[in-house]
């Protein structure tokens, strides 16, 4: 297991789920939801109490989830509250229902164990829910691992390897990583680049004059294992743009990831269509990330001897980020 249970991972975005039965695996558990009349999530077990069959291969009935089997029906809390064959249902029949909390775009889930869920709340994301912010999403996901995921965006030095149109003119490597914070649970970098003339995909999400000297600064935070949040500002000219890069990396297992991608900006250097811009820039640049990913998880899965690889001053944070999440996984083995 490389990722800890006890944490909340995102399950969904918030218009994934309606009146139809939803299924995704999460963490290994096979999870099915669903949203009650009252507009609240509703995440159940996937599994039949009765015999190993998907719930989400049923039906509902109002707020029932009725099994596609022999007709076993469960209500919103997971418990079984009639079976056909019989007047009763045996006592304590259910499935687990998990923890949901609704925070547009995202629609969180706590897996891990019972109860935990009241000692920390799902990390808070303001630039997601307004404020000046807009944004714009999809959904992919990556044959690779939670870690490799999050320390690919901890080091963003393989921009001049794999992304060279995303770098200003005139950049020809970037600044170290002075200002890394590192906290029991998280880790954040601050990079301040010198000024330069705009890329060609800056000018086109700006609107600004490609030829003016701007400013920019990037930051990168391993909010918690389920959250990845990168900040780009651009300044000069007496403007400014800010773009916000978040993944929810959501665990499928242990060698695969649902990853939940958000772009949002704000300022005052805005194009008008700034939204298709950056998903478009950014879709593409995911294509090219995850098809590295896939890759080293592949060489991984392969490996059939230890390995010890380099580590270099570009990955303080990546190497910060792991120990957390180590830390987390051994925690909840020994307890």
Request: net charge negative; aromatic share 8%; glycine share 8%.
């Amino acid at each position: 297991m490389n990722y800890p249970r006890d944490c909340w991972y995102v399950a969904a975005t918030s218009d994934e789920v309606g009146d139809e039965l939803t299924a995704r695996r999460i963490l290994e558990h096979p999870v099915l939801m669903f949203r009650s009349f009252d507009g609240s999530v509703v995440a159940l077990e996937d599994r039949c109490a009765h015999r190993p069959y998907p719930l989400s291969a049923g039906h509902r009935e109002g707020d029932l989830v009725v099994c596609g089997y022999h007709g076993c029906t469960y209500d919103a809390t997971g418990r079984c509250v009639r079976v056909p064959s019989q007047d009763s249902p045996p006592s304590g029949a259910r499935v687990r229902a998990y923890p949901v909390v609704e925070r547009a775009p995202f629609i969180w889930i706590w897996t891990g164990t019972p109860g935990g869920e009241r000692l920390r709340p799902p990390p808070a994301t303001p630039w997601l829910q307004g404020d000046g912010w807009s944004s714009v999403g999809e959904l992919r996901d990556v044959g690779a691992g939670l870690l490799l995921l999050h320390e690919h965006y901890l080091d963003l030095t393989n921009v001049f390897a794999m992304h060279l149109e995303m770098v200003p003119p005139g950049i020809e490597t970037l600044p170290p990583l002075e200002e890394v914070e590192v906290s029991e649970v998280s880790v954040s970098y601050v990079r301040e680049l010198p000024a330069a003339p705009l890329a060609p995909w800056e000018a086109q999400i700006s609107g600004l004059d490609s030829a003016g000297s701007f400013a920019r600064r990037e930051t990168g935070t391993f909010v918690t294992p389920g959250l990845h949040k990168q900040t780009y500002t651009i300044t000069g000219e007496g403007a400014e743009l800010e773009v916000v890069r978040t993944h929810g990396f959501t665990p499928e297992s242990p060698t695969s990831t649902h990853v939940f991608l958000q772009m949002s900006w704000r300022g005052s250097a805005v194009a008008p269509d700034v939204g298709a811009r950056l998903a478009a820039v950014f879709h593409e640049m995911a294509n090219r990330d995850f098809a590295v990913l896939e890759t080293m998880q592949r060489c991984l899965d392969e490996d059939t001897t230890p390995r010890r690889y380099l580590n270099v001053k570009a990955d303080r944070a990546a190497i910060f980020a792991r120990r957390i999440v180590q830390s987390m996984v051994e925690e909840e083995r020994g307890r």
